[in-house]
């Protein structure tokens, strides 16, 4: 017997949207704060290799911006109800995506 699944509606998707900015938006607030140390704004210093510490700035935020998503998933899959649970793994490529994303105002 087929099993029937109750979809989430257009409401569910708008709150998860605002959901998903204001994880996105305080997430890179608080990971800029944390790599604020690391890296150079002036990319053309001719007596200084920048590369490397920009590197440096670039892979730490992956990281923790990857860790956070996984965990924020993890969670929210144990505790949002059946229904919603469809929606996570789109939020989370989207989030996913996201961390490329934010790496152009983390430089600018």
Known sequence: MAEIREKSGPLALLLGFGLFIAFEVVTYYVL???????????????????IVSNWVKTMAF???????????????????????????????YLSLLMSFVLLIPLFS
Do not use: C, K
Request: hydrophobic residues 45%.
């Open 32 to 50: 800029r704060y944390l790599t604020a140390g690391l890296g150079e704004r002036d990319q053309f210093q001719t007596e200084r290799n920048t």
């Open 62 to 92: 992956f990281v923790m911006h990857l860790a956070l998503v996984i965990g924020a998933v993890l969670v929210l899959s144990n505790r949002l109800p059946r229904r919603y649970r469809g929606q996570l793994m789109g939020w989370f």
